[in-house]
């Protein structure tokens, strides 16, 4: 089976802080997508990329950067993390049809 | 626009009974459909997929989902509903052309009485 992991599964940051999350997947897949959850907002997508070093921009790329100098690890940047980014990350890779998500990094600004 | 309906934020059933919780899609031509559950503090899974062929598709756990093109829906079903199923669902739609990224319904909150 294909393992997405992503490093972190709880962040507490400050206000202003350069903050990285990870996602790695083991299984040579090309598209490796993030998103975040929000209640009752479901996922959005924020950045994916098709292929080492490409991006494309999702929904909501603003506040956002990425990543992707392997094709294993896709990296989620927030310059300077602000409080309405408080959620829960969810990083996905794909092959074919259907997504394997990791299990999530829930980060809080404070 | 293209969009994933889920039109039930909160489902209470018990255990034992039978489930349906909804999906509706709008999309120009038949698309590709996904439903996904995600147990508390999880990322989420796949349960079932459609692309074509065959309308009933069977997945994991038990599930099932039927499209209906005329009523513009993908149904989750499961005969006999046990404690573990409760968790969030969530249907997810792509355009079968293009880039295939799906859309995320909001999700649905399965409850389950013992």
């Known amino acids: 089976d294909v393992k997405v992991t992503q490093s972190s599964r709880y962040l507490v940051k400050r206000t202003g802080e350069k903050v990285f999350l990870e996602c790695v997947q083991d299984?040579?897949?090309?598209?490796m997508f993030w998103y975040r959850q929000d209640p009752g907002l479901g996922l959005r997508l924020i950045y994916f990329?098709?292929?080492?070093?490409?991006?494309e921009k999702g929904d909501i790329p603003e506040g956002y950067s990425v990543s992707r100098e392997k094709k294993e690890r896709f990296s989620l940047i927030l310059e300077s993390a602000s409080t309405n980014q408080t959620s829960m990350y969810l990083c996905?890779?794909?092959?074919?049809?259907?997504?394997?998500f990791g299990s999530g990094t829930r980060l809080t600004v404070v | 626009a293209q969009s994933v309906t889920q039109p039930d934020i909160h489902i209470t059933v018990s255990e034992g009974a039978s489930l349906e919780l909804r999906c509706n899609y709008s999309?120009?031509?038949?698309?590709?459909l996904f439903w996904y559950v995600q147990s508390p503090g999880q990322g989420l899974q796949l349960l079932l997929k459609?692309?074509?062929?065959?309308?009933l598709v069977q997945g994991i756990k038990g599930f099932e989902a039927e499209f209906k093109r005329s009523q513009s829906s993908f149904n989750l079903r499961k005969p006999s509903v046990h404690w573990s199923d409760a968790a969030e669902y969530f249907c997810?739609?792509?355009?079968?052309?293009?880039?295939?990224?799906?859309?995320f319904g909001r999700g649905t909150s399965l409850i389950v009485h013992p």
């Open positions: 996905a890779s794909r092959v074919g049809g259907g997504y394997t």
């Open positions: 299984m040579d897949h090309e598209n």
């Open positions: 990329s098709y292929d080492v070093k490409m991006k």
């Open positions: 999309y120009g031509a038949t698309p590709y």
């Open positions: 459609y692309f074509s062929g065959d309308t």
């Open positions: 997810a739609g792509s355009s079968s052309g293009g880039s295939y990224i799906p859309t």
